[in-house]
């Protein structure tokens, strides 16, 4: 554009103009006789673009406008007309569509300059340069309607439309998208108020919308809302709007924009599945309570069963025979096994009717005191035990201590029956490689704990098995137990929003607790 304007300041005369840089000029010169309507002068170029010979154009009256696109005359009429207003060596620039001999119109650019006024100082003749702007052109005249077409389907794809308003014209506008979220089809509507789009607020919602936007616009804040949009059809919609107020230079609110999306399958998702969460949960309450109304009352009869085998043993034992005595030290058994049963299901309702209130809880005590309520039988295995907890965290005491007298007792139990029974007790900080092992938020701080021994393990395949209700990989009479320790462990640890896994390597197991620092709930 430069040397545009360069040319035109020149004062040269049009032919010694015309002799020096007219002809090799890559655009269009002319110059047009205001009063005749015709051209006076042209380069060249108009030949190689636009096919026409001199004579064909100097010979046609009113050629410029001959050339010209029809579609364009009158706008180019428009800017001819400013050319009255231009004093010294001012420029005037604009643009149009010529037509090319064969019918074919091309986009140029074009700036004039007055070069002489008659004796009123109106312009009578003026120069124009002409660049030809058509592959630009075609891009930036393509690249709208590819970017519109794009924006639309993207509106269509994440079911969202755009409206802003004007908060001084009062002047509203809204994307397609919006327009089909309110049930209208394209051309069917305008939106071009403000109360087209809050009349399909609903009646019930429209209140908290107002006073959603008003407060956005006294604080020149954001402002996000759900609520329910009433389409032409009468359906309803849930939506969700994120509004911004953009302010003027003196800080004042000048107009509201937003984004609005339909929600509405996500709310019925929503819903059901708090739906199913509900009855989920009555479902596991009714389990529960089931469980421990069933094994209280269990109770009674099975006390009355020992109670009258020990009798019958006591007072009848040399009276029966070896295989009557037999049958009754059967039963005495089957009675102590489904007591443990009984206890251990009353153990697990009790786990799954957690309290949930947390304190603070040092692990080294609790394990100080598992220790004690196991002395015993480590003592009477000969367990060589090595604790080694240093940790503080948010959890219930008594579930704790739970937990680990269940590990420990496991660790005691199955151990091998030769060599010294050993178990290691350690406890260290989560570090960020194992969060993200374990899918772990970065931002909370983890314990990890380890109870290993040297017992007798289990296969890697049944890692996740074991802590499954009535699950045992052993028999009663080498290892007695009902098989719900591990799965009270894995209730109290869901309780405390924790991880618990097992791992053998043939020689031994370890048991890994992870418990967070604090509780989120």
Same mark, same amino acid.
């Given at each position: 554009?430069?040397?545009?304007?360069?040319?035109?300041?020149?004062?040269?005369?049009?032919?010694?103009?015309?002799?020096?840089?007219?002809?090799?000029?890559?655009?269009?010169?002319?110059?047009?006789?205001?009063?005749?309507?015709? @051209?006076?002068?042209?380069? /060249?170029?108009?030949?190689?673009?636009?096919?026409?010979?001199?004579?064909?154009?100097?010979?046609?009256?009113?050629?410029?406008?001959?050339?010209?696109?029809?579609?364009?005359?009158?706008?180019?009429?428009?800017?001819?007309?400013?050319?009255?207003?231009?004093?010294?060596?001012?420029?005037?620039?604009?643009?149009?569509?010529?037509?090319?001999?064969?019918?074919?119109?091309?986009?140029?650019?074009?700036?004039?300059?007055?070069?002489?006024?008659?004796?009123?100082?109106?312009?009578?003749?003026?120069?124009?340069?002409?660049? &030809?702007?058509?592959?630009?052109?075609?891009?930036?005249?393509?690249?709208?309607?590819?970017?519109?077409?794009?924006?639309?389907?993207?509106?269509?794809?994440?079911?969202?439309?755009?409206?802003?308003?004007?908060?001084?014209?009062?002047?509203?506008?809204?994307?397609?998208?919006?327009?089909?979220?309110?049930?209208?089809t394209p051309g069917e509507s305008e939106c071009n108020d403000q109360e087209i789009f809050r009349k399909h607020v609903s009646p019930v919602h429209?209140?908290?919308?107002?006073?959603?936007?008003?407060?956005?616009?006294?604080?020149?804040?954001?402002?996000?809302?759900?609520?329910?949009?009433?389409?032409?059809?009468?359906?309803?919609?849930?939506?969700?709007?994120?509004?911004?107020?953009?302010? &003027?230079?003196?800080?004042g609110p000048r107009f509201l924009v937003a984004i609005t999306r339909d929600i509405t399958h996500f709310a019925d998702y929503e819903k059901e599945?708090?739906?199913? @969460?509900?009855?989920?949960?009555?479902?596991?309450?009714?389990?529960?309570?089931?469980?421990?109304?069933?094994?209280?009352?269990?109770?009674?009869?099975?006390?009355?069963?020992?109670?009258?085998?020990?009798?019958?043993?006591?007072?009848?034992?040399?009276?029966?025979?070896?295989?009557?005595?037999?049958?009754?030290?059967?039963?005495?058994?089957?009675?102590?096994?489904? /007591?443990?049963?009984? &206890?251990?299901?009353?153990?697990?309702?009790?786990?799954?009717?957690?309290?949930?209130?947390?304190?603070?809880?040092?692990?080294?005590?609790?394990?100080?005191?598992?220790?004690?309520?196991?002395?015993?039988?480590i003592e009477e295995t000969g367990t060589a035990v090595r604790l080694s907890v240093q940790a503080t965290l948010e959890g219930i005491p008594t579930?704790?201590?739970?937990?680990?007298?269940?590990?420990?007792?496991?660790?005691? /139990?199955?151990?091998?029956?030769?060599?010294?029974?050993? $178990?290691? $007790?350690?406890?260290?900080?989560?570090?960020?490689?194992?969060?993200?092992?374990?899918?772990?938020?970065?931002?909370?701080?983890?314990?990890?704990?380890?109870?290993? &021994?040297?017992?007798?393990?289990?296969?890697?395949?049944?890692?996740?098995? $074991?802590?499954? @209700?009535?699950?045992?990989?052993?028999?009663?009479?080498?290892?007695?137990?009902?098989?719900?320790?591990?799965?009270?462990?894995?209730?109290?640890?869901?309780?405390?929003?924790?991880? @618990?896994?097992?791992?053998?390597?043939?020689?031994?197991?370890?048991?890994?607790?992870?418990?967070?620092?604090?509780?989120?709930?």
């Open positions: 554009m430069d040397y545009v304007r360069s040319l035109l300041a020149s004062e040269d005369r049009i032919e010694s103009f015309n002799q020096k840089v007219g002809n090799i000029f890559p655009g269009l010169i002319y110059r047009y006789d205001i009063d005749q309507g015709s @051209i006076e002068f042209l380069n /060249k170029r108009l030949t190689d673009l636009l096919g026409f010979s001199d004579e064909e154009m100097i010979a046609t009256p009113n050629a410029m406008f001959s050339l010209v696109c029809k579609d364009d005359t009158e706008r180019v009429k428009q800017e001819l007309e400013k050319f009255t207003t231009l004093t010294g060596n001012s420029l005037h620039s604009y643009h149009c569509r010529l037509m090319d001999k064969a019918g074919n119109w091309r986009r140029f650019h074009t700036t004039g300059k007055v070069i002489s006024r008659d004796s009123q100082q109106k312009p009578s003749s003026i120069l124009f340069i002409a660049q &030809d702007m058509s592959e630009q052109e075609d891009y930036t005249t393509e690249a709208p309607d590819i970017s519109r077409c794009l924006f639309e389907e993207t509106e269509a794809l994440l079911q969202s439309g755009a409206w802003s308003l004007d908060l001084q014209s009062g002047h509203f506008q809204c994307t397609p998208g919006l327009l089909k979220m309110m049930g209208y429209r209140e908290a919308f107002d006073s959603a936007v008003s407060h956005a616009m006294q604080h020149c804040a954001p402002f996000q809302l759900e609520y329910a949009l009433h389409t032409k059809s009468g359906d309803e919609r849930i939506v969700a709007t994120n509004g911004k107020v953009i302010c &003027d230079s003196a800080g599945r708090e739906r199913n @969460i509900r009855e989920l949960n009555r479902s596991n309450r009714e389990l529960e309570e089931f469980a421990y109304v069933a094994s209280h009352d269990l109770q009674e009869p099975l006390r009355k069963v020992s109670t009258f085998c020990e009798r019958l043993s006591s007072r009848y034992g040399e009276v029966l025979d070896k295989e009557g005595n037999l049958y009754l030290n059967r039963v005495l058994a089957a009675t102590d096994n489904m /007591k443990i049963l009984i &206890d251990n299901l009353l153990d697990f309702s009790k786990a799954a009717r957690s309290s949930r209130t947390f304190v603070t809880c040092d692990l080294h005590q609790i394990f100080q005191e598992v220790l004690s309520d196991q002395e015993l039988k579930e704790l201590r739970q937990l680990f007298n269940n590990l420990l007792g496991n660790a005691l /139990k199955f151990r091998k029956k030769s060599g010294q029974p050993a $178990i290691g $007790i350690t406890s260290t900080f989560l570090s960020d490689l194992q969060k993200i092992r374990h899918s772990l938020p970065a931002g909370r701080a983890y314990y990890e704990i380890s109870i290993a &021994d040297n017992g007798i393990g289990f296969e890697p395949e049944y890692a996740e098995k $074991i802590f499954q @209700i009535f699950q045992r990989l052993h028999g009663k009479a080498e290892y007695p137990g009902a098989g719900i320790g591990l799965s009270i462990c894995k209730k109290i640890i869901d309780n405390h929003n924790g991880i @618990i896994y097992g791992a053998s390597n043939g020689d031994g197991s370890t048991f890994t607790v992870i418990l967070p620092e604090k509780q989120y709930v």
